[in-house]
């Protein structure tokens, strides 16, 4: 497909922005955990990520482990942990319906906690849904307590509770020998953490969903936009980004509004059969030796027009915040910049990581630019080219901003973009 686009070219957006709680809750993250998905093939997702992404095998839990009903493939790069879970055996049918209805998708978020028992306890007395009472796991390494609620979707958070345990990911595991030829042959992908996780909800669970997060888990909201702020001629979107207290971790939360044609939200909650997880954004200390070695492995990115990167180039020319990337290779390998007065961020988004329309990933470099300090104005066109870019529409596409917060909207420098689904 193709289609005619028009992106904010500028960062300038009216969003907002919510403060910090005055008092720390009674119970706190320590972040991201890992991520478990739910696939047709485990063994094969597994291979996938080693060798596109340059993760390395880390952990195994199947038959040789004494686990009869499901297999487990955890990679790991650097304190990015993917698990790929599959079942053993026909009679799996909750699992064969997940895979049916949202096809290889994440199922657990999880998060690292203090406390996990005391965690689990007050989230279900506000009102989670429980999943896994809280309970005990050990080998000969310690021991680690586990608890799971439901979240959206079909998508759920365990809390993972690690003290002294000193075993490969969580016991019960291996550790997986198998080893990737194409880490060797390839330079290093240089993944440090998850930098956010995103969510994409039906059309008015936006807000539902935004509360559960501050009821459940004491997490506060950073900022938000809506359809106001963030549309085009045909759909929009609105968004709420839900953190912790030292927010260490960021839980995006998106959702359609009401247009002419469906928006990219839109699309991926019908191709994924309701909510679910819409991307992972894995940080990097380099994202042009990032870039290069996955482009190498073979991993497709989606591709940026050359106005884009003429515009950059402008607008960057009137800014005080200097790149210290070369502009040329940024534009060579199609990442996206983003900046303020105080400093930027690199960003790449990779095509669909399966057949649907709907994960994919993201790769982010920031430079003086952490999203827990920045009180300027917020560079917030990568949402905006997203929201464009990733829909599979036909017809041309117009977007508007708002500058002044009134109800007159100006159209923004016109771009051809040619964007392909496969």
Request: glycine share 6%; net charge negative; proline share 5%.
């Amino acid at each position: 497909f193709e289609c005619l686009v028009y992106p904010l070219l500028y960062s300038h957006t009216n969003m907002t922005e919510y403060s910090k709680p005055a008092e720390r809750p009674e119970h706190r993250f320590f972040g991201f955990d890992h991520c478990l998905f739910y696939v047709s093939n485990a063994l094969q997702a597994a291979d996938y990520y080693t060798t596109k992404f340059g993760f390395d095998y880390y952990a195994y839990q199947g038959l040789e482990t004494g686990s009869r009903n499901f297999v487990t493939h955890v990679v790991r790069k650097d304190n990015v942990f993917f698990g790929f879970r599959s079942p053993l055996n026909p009679n799996e049918t909750a699992f064969g319906e997940f895979i049916t209805k949202h096809g290889d998708a994440v199922k657990d978020v999880a998060f690292t906690v203090e406390d996990c028992r005391a965690m689990f306890e007050t989230a279900v007395k506000r009102g989670a849904t429980p999943v896994a009472e809280p309970h005990e796991e050990k080998d000969d390494n310690g021991s680690v307590i586990l608890a799971t609620v439901q979240t959206y979707g079909d998508c759920v958070h365990t809390f993972v509770e690690r003290k002294g345990y000193n075993g490969i990911f969580l016991p019960g595991y291996k550790a997986h020998h198998k080893v990737q030829p194409a880490n060797d042959r390839f330079d290093d992908t240089k993944l440090l953490f998850i930098d956010h996780i995103v969510g994409n909800q039906p059309d008015a669970e936006m807000t539902p969903v935004a509360q559960w997060y501050e009821k459940i888990l004491d997490f506060h909201r950073f900022w938000s936009v809506d359809d106001t702020q963030i549309h085009t001629e045909y759909s929009s979107l609105r968004s709420i980004v839900m953190t912790d207290f030292d927010r260490v971790i960021k839980m995006p939360i998106n959702e359609p509004a009401k247009g002419k044609k469906k928006s990219q939200i839109q699309e991926y909650v019908e191709y994924n059969g309701g909510a679910g997880v819409q991307h992972i954004a894995i940080s990097t200390p380099d994202i042009i030796a990032s870039v290069k070695s996955m482009k190498s492995r073979g991993l497709d990115f989606l591709t940026i027009p050359k106005t884009y990167y003429t515009n950059l180039r402008e607008r960057l020319a009137k800014s005080p915040t200097k790149v210290k990337e070369d502009l040329a290779v940024i534009e060579e390998l199609n990442i996206l910049v983003d900046f303020d007065d105080n400093g930027y961020l690199l960003q790449i988004f990779t095509k669909p990581v399966q057949d649907r329309p709907t994960l994919f990933i993201e790769i982010i470099q920031r430079e003086n630019h952490d999203v827990s300090t920045r009180r300027q104005s917020r560079c917030f066109g990568f949402l905006l080219f997203l929201f464009c870019t990733l829909p599979h529409l036909a017809s041309p596409l117009l977007f508007w901003y708002n500058p002044t917060g009134t109800s007159s909207f100006q159209p923004c420098f016109p771009l051809l973009y040619r964007f392909f689904v496969c």
